[in-house]
């Protein structure tokens, strides 16, 4: 059976249309927009923050006391970790050098737990209330005596404000104080 050279051309006609019909039929006709990603805050949880809190002040800890124990250790590994006025005034402290004395021994405390939490995407401001523990901590003469006074109280409830430093994009301690609540350390 022979086609025309007509109908031939029509059939390829209503192939390709049917063709044509079919592909855009699959396609979307408005392009959906890309999600713009939101963003969130610093931390994922009160517990991130409080972790990273933790960690800053072990740091703090580390560096205070090792320099309180040497004369010969600089403050700077205190610089990073701190804002520079808490840094200033931690630095100007004079006290233990004043009476030729030093510190032996290593702190520890425990018990740590957000007080309060403010923060979005690109700040963080934090209160955190521990136990400092001195407990192993001594305060010596030039002539290497203990000196600590014998009254003194080894474990003491402590709070640490902590903001978010953008340029290092790590959290520092703007300050640390006594607790000013009820002593959650002895109980």
């Given at each position: 059976m022979r086609f025309s050279r007509m109908w031939r051309a029509m059939v390829a006609l209503v192939c390709v249309g049917?063709?044509?019909?079919s592909a855009t039929a699959c396609a979307p006709t408005d392009a959906k927009p890309t999600p713009t990603p939101t963003k969130t805050a610093i931390f994922a949880s009160e517990d991130e923050a409080l972790q990273a809190a933790v960690d800053v002040y072990q740091q703090y800890n580390?560096?205070?006391?090792?320099?309180?124990?040497?004369?010969?250790?600089s403050s700077d590994k205190l610089k990073p970790i701190l804002s520079?006025?808490?840094?200033?005034e931690l630095t100007s402290d004079t006290y233990l050098d004043d009476k030729n004395q030093y510190t032996k021994g290593i702190p520890s405390f425990n018990s740590a737990s957000v007080v309060s939490l403010d923060?979005?995407?690109?700040?963080?401001?934090?209160?955190?209330?521990?136990?400092?523990?001195?407990?192993?901590?001594q305060i010596m003469d030039e002539n290497g005596n203990d000196v600590t006074p014998s009254d003194r109280t080894d474990v003491f409830p402590v709070e640490i404000a902590l903001s978010w430093e953008t340029k290092s994009e790590q959290l520092i301690i703007?300050?640390?104080?006594?607790?000013?609540?009820?002593?959650?350390c002895t109980s």
């Open positions: 049917a063709l044509s019909l580390a560096a205070f006391f090792e320099m309180t124990s040497d004369e010969d250790i520079e006025p808490f840094f200033k923060q979005d995407d690109d700040s963080v401001k934090m209160r955190i209330k521990l136990c400092q523990d001195v407990t192993n901590v703007e300050d640390e104080g006594s607790w000013q609540g009820d002593d959650f």
